[in-house]
């Protein structure tokens, strides 16, 4: 069998054009990095040696385990849990009306009786469906033991596999509650664009403004009488004032009882401590860059404190805008929706969430081959309420005439 000595370069040469690169006495040159930077191999020969007597195999001299926790960047929209039942219940009372005060009107002889009975609206909304999933995975001891120099080690090792587990999970839960967001984008954008059922996309955004999905450019070049477009209003200052502004009036209006901010044309109000804000990091990001900045008092023109995701759907292969930006989904309605350029959302905290989240490990033991079977197992129901409020803001340029 082919043996193989551990190989060491020299680079002096490379180590000599490196220095008079940054001291400053030559010009950049091109870098042979090939002999200097180890990539790793996934399978290492066994049959290494050393490089002095040339019969020594060559040991592992330090484990490094990949185990760094993720905790994940997703808006917080997780409710309590509850062990028996399945169904969330969400009742909710309209506003009675006014009627006659008799207190002023008093004629005499009159019967002011007041035994009639007045009864309330209440309607009741029901939430009973559920996701599950499980992320199995096998575990050995006795197998793996000739792998590793020390008990620590070896539980070094049994500590990575257990986090890469709960990063798995970690993922699909953080996909599924902005899936839960994303929904509910698509259900407000039919509510002011389109019609349950019908498919919903780019050309449909463009021509006009909602006021539950706000096309700012479009209210922007209207009011201001400019033609910009959607791939430069992220570094427009007058823009991203424009756009300020139009949320700080937003959680203003939605302070006060009004049917204008639901789907469902409930009067509905959200205060301050009840709003969740979120916004696209490069929308973000590029306020503090081309506005805050240069100003002197940012604190006039700064966007309204926000949670940041950094994409609604997917990063696609380049996080360019155009994928960050974007949903593509169909709706729990079955309406086809597809629209990028979403800056933010604003919506109440009972308008969507994560209700009764149950996280739990079964465990097998196989006797026969001596490894047991950890199943990792998530349910949870995820919900829209189409009756609370939820604004989305985003931007489309015009259709082409």
């Keep these: 069998m082919e043996e193989r000595i551990m190989e060491v370069k020299q680079i002096y040469e490379i180590m000599n054009s490196v220095t008079g690169e940054v001291i400053g006495k030559t010009d950049l040159v091109k870098e042979d990095l090939s002999n200097v930077v180890d990539i790793g191999t996934e399978v290492f020969n066994a049959n290494a040696i050393d490089n002095y007597v040339k019969s020594l195999v060559n040991h592992i001299g330090k484990v490094i385990f990949v185990s760094r926790p993720y905790s994940g960047n997703v808006p917080s929209v997780m409710m309590d849990s509850w062990e028996y039942g399945s169904i969330l219940e969400k009742i909710s009372a309209d506003l009675p ?10 004629e005499n002889g009159k019967d002011y009786s007041p035994n009639v009975f007045y009864k309330p609206s209440v ?9 599950t999933f499980e992320v ?3 575990f050995t001891e006795r197998q793996v033991k000739d792998s ?3 008990a620590s080690q070896l539980n070094g090792f049994m500590s990575m596999l257990y986090n890469a587990v709960d990063k798995s999970m970690t993922v699909k839960v953080d996909s599924l509650i902005m899936r839960t967001i994303n929904n509910m984008i698509a259900e407000t954008l039919i509510s002011d664009y389109g019609t349950p059922g019908k498919s919903v996309t780019l050309a449909d955004f463009g021509s006009k403004s909602g006021i539950k999905a706000v096309n700012l450019l479009k209210l922007y070049n209207d009011k201001f009488s400019t033609t910009l477009k959607a791939e430069q209003c992220l570094t427009d200052p007058a823009f991203i004032r424009f756009a300020s502004m139009q949320m700080s009036l937003y959680i203003d209006r939605m302070s006060k009882m009004s049917t204008l901010f639901n789907a469902g044309g409930k009067d509905r109000f959200t205060s301050a401590d009840m709003l969740h804000v979120v916004m696209l990091t490069d929308f973000k990001a590029a306020s503090g860059s081309y506005l805050q900045s240069d100003t002197f008092h940012e604190n006039y023109v700064a966007l309204p404190n926000a949670e940041t995701i950094p994409y609604w759907q997917g990063s696609g292969k380049a996080y360019d805008f155009g994928s960050v930006s974007a949903i593509n989904v169909k709706t729990s309605s079955g309406t086809d929706v597809s629209c990028s350029g979403i800056l933010a959302v604003m919506f109440d905290r009972d308008a969507l969430g994560v209700s009764n989240l149950d996280r739990r490990v079964t465990t097998q033991y196989n006797a026969k081959a001596e490894f047991f079977n950890n199943f990792y197992k ?3 129901g995820y919900f829209n309420d189409l009756n609370e409020n939820f604004v989305v803001f ?3 340029d015009a259709p082409a005439e």
């Excluded at 006014?98 to 002023?104: C, G, K, P, R, S």
């Excluded at 309607?123 to 996701?131: G, H, I, Q, Y």
């Design 136 to 138: 199995p995975m096998s």
């Design 394 to 396: 985003f931007v489309k």
């Design 123 to 131: 309607s009741a909304k029901f939430f009973n469906s559920r996701v």
């Design 148 to 150: 590793f120099s020390s």
């Design 378 to 380: 998530f349910d949870a």
């Design 97 to 106: 009306d006014a009627t006659e005060n008799d207190t002023w009107e008093l």
